[in-house]
């Protein structure tokens, strides 16, 4: 069984500050997501990542595989209360099963 | 497009109640995924589907849980009986091919 391991599990921080949290796995995945998930809604896709080293943006959002393939970080620049969410990554996808890591839980205070 | 479509939204039943969750995927994805999310365990994949039938049932936590796909449009999860660890947010996914899953709203369920 894909483990994906998130850290950290919880994190609070004020309006613009940067942050970075992480998604580790023991085993290689050929792809990456990273979802964003809001209460009460299920979780939105956000980026895929497939090949090592790879960095990809998405406005304020840096997204990172490893290059060996496992593991992957999120670093949010100047960090706003609208980022507040849980951000899942997840491994496999498209016609198979997501194998889902636990999450974090992001609050930004204003 | 309605996007992936859950029914219902919320359901309170009592332990052994039988539980009918509904899913509509997008039309035109041929794959379809129920997930089961709690805060001890995070999202669980139970089963997916591709083209109407099941290719992986290993999430499924017992035989009282089962999921049918009858036609492309349409999905059930039964849970008989129903008990108070069931209790949890069920999500429904589709996709086509290997481009993203989107997911539905979820369906809160729980057993008293």
């Known amino acids: 069984t894909q483990l994906l391991e998130q850290s950290p599990q919880f994190l609070s921080i004020q309006e613009g500050e940067n942050l970075t949290v992480y998604c580790n796995s023991s085993?290689?995945?050929?792809?990456l997501q990273w979802y964003r998930q809001e209460p009460g809604e299920g979780p939105v896709l956000l980026v895929t990542?497939?090949?090592?080293?790879e960095v990809k943006k998405l406005k304020r959002l840096t997204f990172q595989f490893g290059d060996a393939r496992k593991d992957s970080s999120l670093h949010i620049t100047a960090a706003q209360p609208g980022d507040t969410g849980l951000y899942l990554c997840?491994?496999?996808?498209?016609?198979?099963?997501?194998?889902f890591g636990k999450g974090t839980h992001l609050i930004i205070q204003p | 497009d309605a996007g992936v479509i859950q029914s219902p939204r919320h359901e309170v039943t009592e332990m052994g109640q039988e539980v009918t969750l509904r899913c509509k995927p997008i039309s035109g994805h041929n794959s379809l995924f129920w997930y089961r999310q709690t805060m001890m365990r995070g999202l669980e994949l139970l089963i997916y589907f591709n083209n109407n039938v099941p290719i992986d049932d290993s999430g499924m936590p017992e035989d009282r849980f089962s999921a049918k796909m009858p036609n492309a449009s349409f999905s059930t999860l039964k849970i008989q009986p129903s008990e108070p660890r069931d209790s949890a947010v069920y999500f429904c996914?589709?996709?086509?091919?290997?481009?993203?899953?989107?997911f539905g709203p979820g369906t809160r369920l729980t057993v008293l």
């Open positions: 997840a491994g496999g996808g498209g016609a198979d099963g997501l194998t």
């Open positions: 996914a589709s996709s086509f091919a290997d481009v993203e899953q989107f």
């Open positions: 085993s290689v995945f050929s792809s």
């Open positions: 990542v497939v090949t090592g080293g």
